[in-house]
T-cell receptor, first 116, second 109 residues
Framework: GAVVSQHPSRVICKSGTSVKIECRSL??????MFWYRQFPKQSLMLMAT?????????EQGVEKDKFLINHASLTLSTLTVTSAHPEDSSFYIC????????????FGPGTRLTVL | GQNIDQPTEMTATEGAIVQINCTYQ??????LFWYQQHAGEAPTFLSY??LDGLEEKGRFSSFLSRSKGYSYLLLKELQMKDSASYLC??????????WGAGTKLIIKP
């Protein structure tokens, strides 16, 4: 299957700082990328959907000024958590979808964010 | 509203068979996915059903009935490594994935 990488895999930061997470599709062009957040023992929660070259579409309740998403190319999307607080500590996962029939999404390995 | 229901937790014995059910109510339907997620890791794709019937892939099979809004994932010859959460997700008319809360499967020796 297609490969999606995510960097960093783990980050610890102080409250008030900003953290950038990168999501890359390594062997395909990702027409759409998705950003999810998952709290312990809960299911995936979609935060936003981004298409290359256009603004991201945020889910209800997700602050677009706090979670900045940039989908600059067909292989790279970034999520920046601005002014992070302890309640932003979570597992952030990106997924990418190419131009294929079954609409399958391939997931990155995730980024564990801990805000002190 | 949109809703995906699956059991919270199931327990099965190594070597046995287990069936994980998923029922859904969504605005439109463009396919149903099953993903496996081990603790602390991202989900990995298991299966995709868009037409009614059974799709078999090795030890794993997935069934879909669109008229009933129902799917199941069947795992045969269970191995200890199959202990994980299994996520059911439906793609709606906007091609967005609607996720179930996941079923935690515990395999006992």
């Amino acid at each position: 299957g297609a490969v999606v990488s995510q960097h960093p895999s783990r980050v610890i930061c102080k409250s008030g700082t900003s953290v950038k997470i990168e999501c890359r599709s390594l062997d395909f062009q990702a027409t759409t990328m998705f950003w999810y957040r998952q709290f312990p023992k809960q299911s995936l929660m979609l935060m936003a959907t981004s298409n290359e070259g256009s603004k991201a579409t945020y889910e209800q309740g997700v602050e677009k000024d706090k979670f900045l998403i940039n989908h600059a190319s067909l292989t790279l999307s970034t999520l920046t958590v601005t002014s992070a607080h302890p309640e932003d500590s979570s597992f952030y996962i990106c997924s990418a979808r190419g131009d294929w029939e079954n609409n399958e999404q391939f997931f990155g390995p995730g980024t564990r964010l801990t805000v002190l | 509203g949109q809703n995906i229901d699956q059991p919270t937790e199931m327990t099965a014995t190594e070597g046995a068979i287990v069936q994980i059910n998923c029922t859904y109510q969504t605005s439109g339907f463009n396919g149903l996915f099953w993903y496996q997620q081990h603790a602390g890791e991202a989900p990995t794709f298991l299966s995709y059903n868009v037409l009614d019937g059974l799709e078999e892939k090795g030890r794993f099979s997935s069934f879909l009935s669109r008229s009933k809004g129902y799917s199941y994932l069947l795992l045969k010859e269970l191995q200890m490594k199959d202990s994980a959460s299994y996520l059911c997700a439906v793609m709606d008319s906007n091609y967005q994935l609607i996720w179930g809360a996941g079923t935690k499967l515990i395999i006992k020796p």
